[in-house]
């Protein structure tokens, strides 16, 4: 009889991470916001970004009030001090696009988090690209 409790365990607990695993692949913290990603060693907008990055402006200058900490983060590849600085950029360019956009300067705070807070903890180039992003947070 206790050799059927640890396969349905193991299954509850395999279901259980998979709803958690596709839930950080939706939107950002901040709702009606979504993520960007970026290309390797790269701080530039992505062509296929703009249209999300666009998205994002709309929601922001609909919703005045809101402050917004864009958050930049970086894959585990290159050096701490490097992928802070990366990072940075990230969550500058981003910024910068959005302020283009006619989003309020005032409204927005940027960050940059390197790889220390990894969306994906693999070592694969789909785990690198979830984790070249900028995330979007209310403040």
Aim: proline content about 3%; overall charge positive; aromatic content about 8%.
């Amino acid at each position: 009889m206790k050799h059927f409790v640890l396969p349905v365990i193991i299954l509850a607990v395999t279901l259980s991470m998979g709803t958690a695993c596709q839930n950080k692949k939706g939107p950002a913290t901040a709702s009606g916001l979504k993520r960007v990603h970026f290309d390797f060693d790269s701080a530039s907008i992505r062509p296929d970004m703009v249209a999300i990055l666009d998205s994002n402006a709309k929601y922001i200058k609909k919703n005045a009030k809101l402050n917004i900490v864009v958050e930049g983060h970086c894959d585990e590849r290159g050096t701490n001090e490097y992928n802070l600085a990366l990072g940075d950029r990230r969550a500058s360019q981003t910024k910068s696009y959005l302020v283009k956009q006619g989003v309020s300067s005032k409204n927005l705070k940027t960050v940059s988090y390197g790889e220390e807070q990894p969306l994906e903890k693999g070592h694969s180039e789909a785990s690198w690209y979830m984790n070249r992003r900028a995330e979007f947070v209310k403040q």
